[in-house]
């Protein structure tokens, strides 16, 4: 595999390799020397237009415990505030080689334009609102070792979908791995024609007993302000997860940062049915197999960089 | 002919419509002596269908007869016509030359070159540039710079609005009488409808169609594309429908209170073509027009999130193809206009979001309508020429026809010759064409605009005789 774009340029033999691989990786993670030697000598570069924690930690960590030298390059404090196009960027930063760039940017598509742009490998760490594939990755890695199997899993993902890369990347996910899934928020934020990613839309819990699995969506409090539902309040009395709602055998699933009070109730963050630092620890060790695909895994296999003149934008 | 304004182009004075002083501008010319000899003549306003030899004298035509029936004078150029069509030229009453302060994506010469070799023989110009054509001495000095530099007759509609916007209304007698062809705040629709209704009220004293752009500010949001299960997938804001439906049922209400005369730009959705015909049935004085990338693609098309294909109003589904294709055929449509749209490549060389709208148009138009709504069998030909060649004559300002003595606006196009967009550059200075990389059928060969040649493709300076 060349780059990680996107779920949708996924199969489910691919995703099951990069998973295999990944709890292989897991045993790395357990040591007290947390490293091998797989990808030594590798470049890895984080280019990250929008802040996150989490993710470019999780990113950098993985390269790290493979041996790789990571370079973060943020967006605020570099020549991108001083105007700098996305393409002079990336330009700028394949001229120093690396093997691979991480990229993470506020828009649709583009890691497939940068990946135009550098011969290095592209990992897709969030584009906009359309995916972020390898939170659908770790996130189905979480579900393997706590379930066994997805398939014929019943899956609810709820909360603000039309502005959630995650719920995208996700349903694409857990369909492939034979779930159903069910998504369900305010009627303001579940998008026109979601149904054609094959998925349910409710737009209230009353069904929620049905899951296996909870996925609930962090709620931006930037969507108060665009008026998408009347109050915090109102949403979290149709919508919250907490303790009358959730079985005690269903499996709580969030990407994080949680809003306490809002998306979920604090009883149910502490719950032993929440799973949420399991996905952070499968983070790493997804990333790693990521990284291990795109840079080492199958490297005969891989094409020759594409002309020098991508599409245009 | 005058150097600096076309005489030969006639103006008749649209019914109704008070003080049409608009103007088509070009640069001074040589007068054409033409023979196209065995050329397969077709206007469908003449009815005119047929081989015929069509001789050009000092920019007119002078004599259509059987062909190979005429000879041919000492003095002129033969073409030979066999396998060959000609046409009424084509005109545009929808494109941006991006002039004044734009000039790095397009400016007057190349934008008019761009058209003479889309078979185009007069074109007008939208006045959202910077500074906006808003006041008379902009526009007066925009028109002279056109008498110096345009390749084919080109005219600019002033704003509606002061700097487009909103708000006060601009000097639209002023503007009229030193000859703007019309107005709009293309880009951006006029928002507040009082302002809109004073508008349609100054008409009766200003003269000159309002052209609109159609769209809801606030249903469309920060879309950037057709709100649907597309746009759904890759997670881009989408544009609703109704955002374009909504804002033309109220602007064909209010020109029917007020007894204006409306056009409305670039229609995209089905729901428009809807109210239209409605609005037509009942008496509004409304035309409209569509382009050919509406005309021939979806927002499937924009699943790659190639920015040349981000344009506004967005492609959108298969069912609001359809039914522009069927609003062209029961008349609801006028006709077909480019919206040309120039960008500079490294403003289109940005995510999806962030790339302005629009797409190049003027050189693809023809071979695109022909290749995907006359080949496949869902418009006749006839049509399609109707449609490109009918924009101005909406607007009081030019009909091109091929009977003797009209003043020479041809086409001559290749119907079976196949090219690929963009293999050999475009005539325009961008080259943000959403056909781009498609091989098309149908190709302009020789344009003949307000009695001079504006274009000639290669192969025809080798024919000649």
């Known amino acids: ?313 | 002919m005058s150097a600096a304004y076309g005489s030969h182009i006639k103006t008749p004075a649209a019914a109704g419509e008070a003080g049409n002083s608009a103007r088509l501008v070009r640069a001074p010319a040589r007068a054409a002596d033409l023979l196209l000899r065995g050329v397969h003549v077709l206007d469908p306003r003449t009815g005119l269908d047929g081989a015929r030899d069509v001789l050009v004298r000092d920019g007119e035509i002078a004599q259509i007869a059987a062909a190979g029936s005429i000879r041919s004078p000492t003095d002129v150029e033969v073409v030979d016509g066999d396998g060959r069509h000609l046409f009424p030229a084509f005109v545009d009453p929808h494109v941006h030359l991006r002039t004044p302060g734009q000039e790095h994506k397009e400016d007057l010469e190349t934008g008019t070159r761009s058209a003479a070799a889309g078979g185009y023989c007069a074109i007008v110009g939208m006045p959202n540039t910077s500074p906006t054509i808003d006041s008379a001495p902009i526009l007066g000095a925009l028109l002279d710079a056109a008498a110096r530099e345009a390749r084919v007759p080109v005219g600019f509609m002033a704003a509606i609005t002061r700097g487009l916007h909103g708000s006060e209304l601009t000097e639209m007698a002023e503007l009229r009488a030193l000859g703007a062809a019309g107005f709009t705040d293309d880009g951006r629709p006029v928002v507040d409808a009082g302002v809109f209704r004073r508008a349609l009220q100054y008409q009766r004293l200003a003269g000159g169609v309002l052209a609109l752009h159609e769209e809801d500010p606030s249903l469309s949001g920060r879309g950037a594309m057709h709100e649907g299960a597309i746009s759904t997938e890759l997670g881009v804001a989408g544009i609703p429908s109704v955002s374009e439906s909504v804002m033309i049922a109220r602007d064909c209400a209010l020109a029917e209170w007020e007894d204006a005369r409306i056009h409305i730009q670039h229609l995209s959705a089905r729901e428009s073509v809807d109210v239209i015909r409605t609005a037509k049935a009942r008496g509004v004085q409304v035309t409209c027009e569509a382009s050919p990338h509406h005309l021939t693609m979806t927002d499937e098309d924009v699943r790659g999130l190639d920015t040349r294909r981000k344009m506004n109003p967005p492609l959108r589904g298969e069912p609001d193809r359809q039914a522009l294709i069927e609003g062209l055929r029961d008349g609801t449509i006028d006709c077909i206009a480019t919206d040309h749209a120039p960008h500079a490549r490294d403003e289109k060389e940005v995510p999806f979001e962030q790339a302005p709208m629009g797409t190049t148009g003027l050189e693809t138009a023809f071979a695109a309508c022909h290749t995907d709504l006359v080949v496949p069998g869902h418009l006749p030909l006839a049509l399609v020429v109707e449609k490109l060649t009918s924009g101005l004559g909406l607007i009081g300002l030019l009909v091109p026809t091929i009977a003797t003595g009209e003043p020479a606006n041809l086409v001559l196009v290749d119907l079976a010759a196949e090219w690929v967009v963009g293999e050999s550059g475009y005539e325009s200075r961008s080259e943000n064409c959403c056909f781009a990389g498609r091989t098309l059928q149908g190709r302009v060969l020789l344009t003949v605009a307000d009695g001079a040649v504006a274009y000639r493709e290669r192969s025809i300076m080798l024919s000649a005789a």
């Open chain 1, 1 to 313: 595999m060349r780059h990680l774009l996107s779920i949708a340029d996924l199969t489910r033999d691919d995703i099951e390799r990069i998973l295999d691989r990944a709890a292989a990786f897991a045993e790395v993670s357990d040591r007290d020397i947390k490293k091998v030697p797989a990808l030594r000598g590798r470049t890895v570069l984080n280019l990250f237009y929008e802040a996150s924690t989490r993710t470019r930690s999780s990113f950098e960590l993985a390269a790290k415990r493979l041996s790789a030298d990571v370079v973060n390059f943020a967006a605020s404090g570099s020549s991108v505030e001083k105007g700098e196009s996305l393409k002079d960027t990336v330009l700028t930063l394949t001229a120093h080689s690396p093997d691979a760039i991480v990229i993470r940017s506020p828009y649709a598509g583009a890691a497939n334009l940068v990946a135009g742009w550098t011969t290095a490998a592209i990992v897709n760490a969030g584009d906009g609102k359309h995916e972020h594939p390898t939170q659908a990755l770790l996130d189905v890695y979480t579900l393997r070792q706590k379930l066994g199997s997805l398939q014929g899993r019943n899956i609810w993902i709820v909360g603000d979908v039309a502005h959630s890369r995650v719920a995208r990347s996700n349903i694409l996910a857990f369909r492939m791995m034979g779930a159903d899934v069910t998504v369900c928020g305010p009627p303001t934020l579940i998008p026109r024609g979601i149904e054609a990613f094959g998925c349910e839309v409710r737009y209230d819990l009353g069904d929620l007993r049905d899951a296996d699995v909870v996925y609930a969506l962090r709620m931006q409090n930037e969507r108060m302000d665009e008026a998408f539902v009347p109050s915090l309040r109102e949403y979290a009395a149709n919508y919250q997860i907490n303790g009358r709602r959730l079985g005690p055998r269903q499996v709580l699933m969030h990407p994080g940062p949680v809003n306490r009070g809002v998306e979920l109730s604090g009883e149910v963050v502490d719950s032993p049915q929440a799973v949420i630092t399991m996905q952070v620890k499968a983070g790493v060790v997804v990333r790693m197999a990521v990284l291990y695909e795109v840079l080492a895994g199958a490297r005969d296999a891989r094409p020759a960089p594409r002309p020098a003149e991508p599409q245009l934008a």
